[in-house]
């Protein structure tokens, strides 16, 4: 199998800094609500952390993304990103945007950090509602301006529903003025707030009208549009979804690579492939009771990718002449739509293959 020829290196890494946001999202993947810290356990140390970062640089650590909740929430994210920048990390951040003003901008951009990835949604009516702040869609445009002032690259993360697929061209031509670096497009997963309220839920029989917009998207050129995991595969348009340089440079989904190239840690230590992976089901360890090496070596970690075998496979993944590659799709999207991490019915080859 292909992820058995693979060398195991935790190049990418999201480091969740904190469990609390200052919004409360009707869509919100990880059910928060407020300010409170709903992590099971301890919120690690300052040192703590940095000695994890010191860690994941001996393992061949590369990139690093700071994420939440609302990571400008904790109270040393500054510290972290130019500990993390000394060492030669490439600093990103995800944040809502509510806590950058023209200060704080230029904060992340002293610190090291080099983009930071924004979310809107939506017009400015859906945009405010959806988060339940009447100020956030201003504090999106408004960080945007703020960022691109200090030379830090902005993306913007637009999560597609039932309720903003229509939004879709709106958005393209808001980002169009705004001169982003990369608009990158992803499905509502039914996980968190969104797995009770399904009927938000983009249907599989709908990626096709996404699709269609995103192609159209990019011959129009009002804004670079890269793809996000939950979106493919192996379809027919596939090198045109991917034709820029993606979220991993690669313009072919090779399958998720959590455990491979990809590991997480949550801010009470849990280890994980992916912060989207929020099962306890994934938590191949806790960095304050082993180390990093430790985890990350286990013969057993994160077996559902590097003990992938195609026979595996189930239900219309079952046969898939991709299946060795694709491995179904996003783990997370899989999982939390089919119960399986071996069953993905979110795929465009499928939906090309009934067509015939």
């Known amino acids: 199998m292909i ?24 869509h919100c993947g990880s059910s928060l609500n407020g300010y409170k810290e709903v992590r099971k356990g301890r919120t690690l140390t300052k040192n703590e952390v940095f000695q994890f970062i010191d860690e994941l640089k001996s393992l061949g650590g590369k990139r690093l993304g700071l994420v939440g909740g ?4 904790c109270e040393y994210w500054e510290e972290v990103a130019r500990y993390a920048s000394e060492r030669e990390f490439q600093l990103s951040m ?13 904060r992340i951009k002293e610190a090291g950090i080099t983009l930071v990835a924004l979310s809107l949604d939506g017009d400015r009516e859906f945009h405010n ?13 408004g960080a945007i301006s ?3 002032k200090q030379n830090v690259q902005v993306n913007i993360i637009t999560t597609i529903m039932n309720d903003n697929l229509k939004l879709l061209p709106a958005v393209e031509k808001i980002l169009g003025k705004e001169k982003i670096g990369f608009w990158q497009l992803q499905l509502g997963i039914p996980m968190g707030k969104l797995k009770e309220n399904k009927e938000k839920v983009i249907k599989p029989n709908q990626l096709k009208e996404i699709e269609s917009f995103i192609l159209s998207a990019k011959e129009r050129k009002l804004v670079e ?57 994934f938590i191949e360890g806790n960095y304050l009771e082993s180390s990093l ?35 179904a799709g996003c783990t997370t999207l899989a999982f939390n739509t089919s119960g399986s991490v071996n069953m993905n019915e979110y795929c465009l080859h499928q939906l090309e293959e009934k067509e015939q």
């Open 3 to 26: 992820t058995n020829n693979i060398e195991y290196i935790p190049e990418n890494c999201l480091l969740e800094l904190g469990f609390k946001c200052n919004l409360n999202c009707k």
């Open 70 to 73: 609302e990571p400008l929430l």
């Open 94 to 106: 995800i944040s809502n945007g509510m806590l950058i003003d023209d200060n704080t901008a230029k």
């Open 129 to 141: 509602e959806l988060r339940g702040n009447e100020k956030a869609y201003d504090k999106v445009i």
């Open 146 to 148: 703020l960022l691109k």
């Open 225 to 281: 549009i890269t793809v996000a995991d939950s979106i493919g595969y192996c379809s027919k348009s596939e090198l045109s979804l991917r034709n820029n340089v993606s979220t991993d440079g690669n313009r072919f989904f090779y399958g998720c690579m959590a455990g491979i190239r990809g590991v997480s840690m949550e801010s009470n230590g849990n280890i994980k492939g992916c912060l989207s992976l929020q099962d306890d089901t």
């Open 293 to 327: 090496s430790e985890i990350w070596n286990s013969k057993n970690a994160f077996s559902y990718n590097r003990k992938f075998n195609v026979e595996k496979l189930e239900e219309n993944c079952k046969g898939c002449k991709y299946g060795e590659v694709c491995r």
